[in-house]
């Protein structure tokens, strides 16, 4: 009476057009076999009695109901399968448009500096003149004032020029002011010349981001000093790009048969971060080496740039 009751319910709460909790058609239909199914064999088997042998009717009922809740059971188990499927699908979704927003918060980040950058070059000629009309006044202290000021401002707004690729440019500027904010050495070179080929932005930001991420993570938490030092050089008569990242870091890593794992909180997090990295390189059949040596974890990135 209780699985009966159960059923019922489940049908009416299914049907009902004030439920805001109904399953797809398919799939309800799906797990209403399993239950209709058992409730029958259940029947069948108290109702039937002992002597089956002579009651083929009862047989073949039996059959059928068996026959359905394995049927049941095997759609139970399809029906996950394509939930946990539609499940992958979504969170790869969400993680792409966060990826994207944190991509047009970037390039908005970027675009800003660049406007300002442009904007103080541009006031450069009214300064240079006040500064002049001050001089022939002989008003220094002013004159000072006004350098101490455009300092501040030429600080605020100019970008390093590390690369002559912006996005990679900006990238490493981003994490430049990362690193000085959390008190951590940012060490930078760029080989002139430098180029990853057809990579597109999207993946570069992918790769280069979350390799700086967890080279500066792991940094933060480094026992002697705490540094971050990029290497981006060509190679094999500029047929290679490289990306040597390397960084000290506190605690333990514990390698296992698929890379690194991570022994911070957030476990899957870095996992993921990495685990994508090294796809984005094979699409373009590349590949990511990571090792340590001692307090010393490196990175190299290798993609072909022709």
């Known amino acids: ?6 059923i019922l319910f489940v049908i009416i709460k299914q049907v009902s057009n004030k439920s805001r909790k109904r399953m797809n ?8 076999c399993v239950p209709i199914a ?10 039937s009695g002992l002597e089956f042998s002579e009651k083929l009717s009862m047989r073949l009922l039996m059959s059928v109901c068996f026959a359905l809740m394995l049927l049941g059971n095997i759609l139970i188990f399809y029906a996950f399968n394509r939930y946990s499927e539609e499940m992958s699908l979504n969170m790869r979704q969400e993680v792409t448009i966060v990826r994207q927003n944190a991509d047009l918060s970037y390039y908005a980040h970027v675009q800003e500096t660049n406007e300002k950058y442009k904007e103080f070059i541009h006031n450069t000629s009214h300064y240079l003149k006040t500064i ?4 022939r006044k002989n008003q220094n202290d002013s004159i000072l004032d006004i350098i101490y000021e455009l300092n501040v401002e030429l600080e605020n707004s100019a970008m390093a020029i590390y690369s002559e690729n912006h996005v990679i440019n900006a990238i490493l500027n981003e994490k430049e002011a990362q690193c000085i904010k959390e008190g951590i050495l940012f060490d930078v070179y760029a080989e002139p010349g430098t180029h990853m ?4 932005d999207v993946d ?3 790769m280069l981001g979350n390799l700086l991420d967890n080279a500066i993570c792991a940094a933060r938490q480094g026992k002697k000093e705490r540094y971050v030092r990029t290497r981006i050089f060509m190679q094999n008569d500029c047929s290679f790009c490289v990306v040597k990242i390397t960084n000290d870091f506190g605690g333990e890593i514990i390698r296992s048969e698929k890379g690194f794992v991570s022994t911070k909180k957030e476990k899957g997090i870095h996992g993921i971060g990495i685990q994508s990295v090294k796809n984005t390189a094979e699409k373009y059949n590349g590949y ?4 340590i040596e001692k307090d010393i974890f490196t990175a190299i990135l290798v993609l072909p740039a022709i």
């Not at 009476?1 to 159960?6: A, E, N, Q, V, W």
């Not at 058992?38 to 109702?47: C, H």
């Not at 002049?132 to 001089?135: P, S, V």
Request: net charge neutral; charged share 10%.
């Open 1 to 6: 009476m209780k699985l009966l009751t159960y």
């Open 25 to 32: 058609s398919k799939i309800f239909m799906m797990y209403l």
């Open 38 to 47: 058992n409730l029958g064999i259940m029947l069948l088997t108290y109702y």
């Open 132 to 135: 002049g009309e001050l001089a």
């Open 197 to 200: 080929g057809s990579v597109a």
């Open 204 to 206: 570069m930001i992918t």
């Open 288 to 291: 990511l080496e990571c090792f």
